[in-house]
Structure formats: C-alpha cells, structure tokens
C-alpha cells in the first residue's frame, strides 16, 4: 500500500539516521551490526548517487523543507532464516518531517531503507549548471506498508561451469539487495569444475578447478560473501550436487568415480558431458562424504545445504564391475535403493552437521525415495511436479 502527496522535501547527506531506544535494547549484537551497515549503505548513497530518472518530474518550490532524520524501529530480535517477518513500514511526514521505518525484524527494516533510497531524486540542473547538488524526496508526504509475497526470493548463480571472481559475486548481491531478493542459491561445483578450496581433500580443486589458483574460492572467499550477503539481508544456499554432476571429483580422486568422461556417447551416461557419478557401492565413497561434506557445511552459516540429486543416470552405474558386484552380493538390491543408500548417507551427514538438507525434485518424483520429514524438495523443470 502506498499514498502520497505533491510535497518536495530536500534530503542532505548529514540526514540522521538512527535507532529508536526501544530497537536499541531489542536488538542482539548481530542485528545492530546489520543496521549500521545499512546505516552506512545509505548514506553512502545520499553522498555520490548520480543517477537522475528521465521519468519523475517534480516541482522545487524556492523555498523547501528539509527533512531532519531517519529513525527505525525494530520490535523484535530473531535470527535470520527464511520463516522471519521481512514486513516494514515506511512513514515520511511533511510536518513533522521525520522519516520512520517500523518492522518486527531488523530485515525488515532493511526493505524499508531500501525502499526510502528509491524515493530519493537529483536535481536536473546539477547536471546542466554543475551546481551544488542537491538531493530531493517529492511526493511527500508518503506512507508505504510493504511486505512479500512470497518467504523465498531467489536467485541461482552458477560458478562452476562458468567462474565468477569473488567481487562479481558482491557485485550481484547489492543488487539482489536493491530488489528486496533473500537467497543465494550458490551452485558452487559441478561436473565441469570444482572450485571450492578443501583442505580434508586439496586435490578437488587443485586438479578439478578451471585454474588451482586465480579460480577458486577459498573458506575465507567464501566467509566473506556470506558475511556481505547476510548484512544485506539474504540467505546463502549452497549447493553440493551429488552424486551426479559430479565428473570433476575424478581429476583428483578417480577410485571413487564411475563412468568417467564416457565418449563419444556420453548421452547414454550422463545428462550433458562431460559424464561421471560419485559410487555408491564402495565404502571409499562414504568415507569421501565424512570427511567432505561436514568441512564443506561449515563453511556457511545458513542452516540449509542443498545436497543436489538431480539427473543422475542409473545406466552409468549399471556398467561399473563394482556396482555391479554390490547388486549381486546384496539380495534385493537395485539401483534406486543403492541410490537411496547414497542419499541417506549423504542427508545424515548433513543433519549431523546441524543443516537442514535440500533435494531435487528426482529424489521424490523420479526415484521415489522415502527421505526425512525435514528435507526440503526443490522443484525444477515442472509445475505439475510441485503437486507429487
């Protein structure tokens, strides 16, 4: 909901923006440290903001009121997840020409200075006369109730199959932030390449990612991301897709592969090149998970970890001489339950991890898989999958 009014209000980059005494006592260390960098964001932006829309025209009368300050008021303290109240109201009086945003959460809150940054204009004849500029908030007075429509809004990078350096990756957060957007999905690795620095298993990205050294992310790369996105108030979702789009494991640890780099038909083996499955009949492969997958988790702070599962291709591990071995020394054994022994393995070193584990829709849909209440199900290709 929004109304608004014909005033112009002047906004200096001085502009106050500041806590109220009760936001001040609710909020945790955590939170208060989200507010000041939102505080700093902001008037940041009031200070070297060029941009001059083509498409607000608004009257500067000779004389204007200026606005005195921003305050914000927080009622609650909770953590961040996708379940937190992300609802704000933004009030900007012509009075008493105070600014208010009100929000249960700090996250909230966020939304609202965002919005009150996109009510801000520039003086066209700063431009033309090089002036003195001048920062401008017409229609005043406003009053915008605001919340989502949806709890999840995401986004999905990919940088496995194509590398992205760790300041494009905070470049596409500020932007995600402008948008009011709440989760990273980071689909970190793929069969492509492997990025991700490990030191329980250095040779997954000195052998498997596109340079061992310029591309790839290391904890701290990937700390600082998620410390950068979770100031701007969205979620990192990392995303560990196993056990198929998993080919460049196999660069540097090819014993626990099956069905490596299958050509000219790679098509039989895998959903695009170049193909290869994590094994699920041999005890290394396990061990491999025990020791990756936990390091991997705490390398994020969210409580999700999405443990991939989609497209994988039983026919790739239906050639292996130890899958093979493994059905016929299994009585009762086929290859969705060996692939359902994979994916419980996988979902309980998550949960020990203290995660909520994620899945493709395959798992449910393609599998039939019985998996944890807990588990969250991502749907991909299909709206009618939403409903199975």
């Known amino acids: ?13 001085s502009l106050p923006i500041k806590l109220t005494s009760v936001a001040m006592k609710t909020l945790s260390v955590e939170s208060l440290q989200v507010f000041t960098s939102a505080k700093n964001r902001l008037q940041s932006f009031i200070v ?10 608004f009257a500067i009368p000779s004389e204007t009121k200026k606005l005195s300050c921003l305050v914000v008021d927080v009622t609650t303290d909770q953590d961040f997840d996708l379940e937190i109240d992300e609802s704000y109201t933004l009030e900007i009086s012509d009075d008493s020409l105070i600014a208010k945003v009100s929000a249960k959460t700090i996250y909230g809150a966020l939304h ?68 009011k957007l709440n989760v990273f999905h980071w689909h970190i690795v793929d069969a492509t390449s492997w990025p991700v620095v490990s030191k329980a298993y250095p040779k997954l990205s000195e052998k498997g990612a596109y340079d061992p050294k310029t591309m790839i992310y290391t904890k701290q790369d990937i700390s600082i991301i998620d410390e950068y996105a979770k100031l701007r108030g969205i979620l990192v979702v990392p995303e560990f897709d196993m056990p198929g789009h998993t080919q460049s494991i196999a660069h540097g640890y090819p014993e626990i592969m099956s069905c490596v780099n299958e050509q000219p038909r790679w098509d ?63 009585s009762g054994s086929t290859l969705d339950t060996l692939l359902g022994k994979f994916i419980s393995k996988t979902h309980e070193l998550v949960r020990k991890s203290n ?34």
């Not at 989609?310 to 059905?327: A, I």
Request: proline share 7%.
């Open 355 to 388: 995660k909520i584990p994620i899945a493709w829709q395959e798992m449910i849909v393609d599998h039939n898989l019985t998996l944890g209440s807990d588990t969250l199900i991502q749907v991909w290709n299909d709206d009618k999958n939403l409903k199975k």
């Open 1 to 13: 909901q929004w109304t608004k009014g014909n005033i112009t209000l002047e906004v200096y980059p």
């Open 48 to 57: 070297q903001e060029r941009y001059v829309s083509p498409n607000v025209n």
């Open 268 to 330: 039989l083996f895998s959903a695009e090149p170049p193909s290869g499955q994590l094994n699920p009949a041999i005890p290394e492969t396990y061990s491999f998970l025990e020791g990756l997958i936990p390091e991997m988790a705490s390398y994020f702070s969210s409580k999700y970890y999405h443990a991939g599962g989609d497209e994988v291709n039983v026919n790739c591990w239906s050639q292996d001489p130890s899958v093979k071995y493994y059905l016929g020394n299994n």
């Open 112 to 179: 609202g200075l965002t919005t009150f940054s996109q009510l801000i204009y520039y003086d066209n004849d700063y431009l033309k006369h090089e002036k003195h500029r001048q920062a401008y908030l017409p229609f005043a007075p406003h009053k915008i109730v605001d919340a989502p429509v949806f709890k999840y809004r995401g986004l999905l990078l990919d940088t496995a199959r194509n590398y992205y350096p760790v300041q494009d990756i905070l470049r596409t957060l500020d932007v995600m932030s402008w948008n």
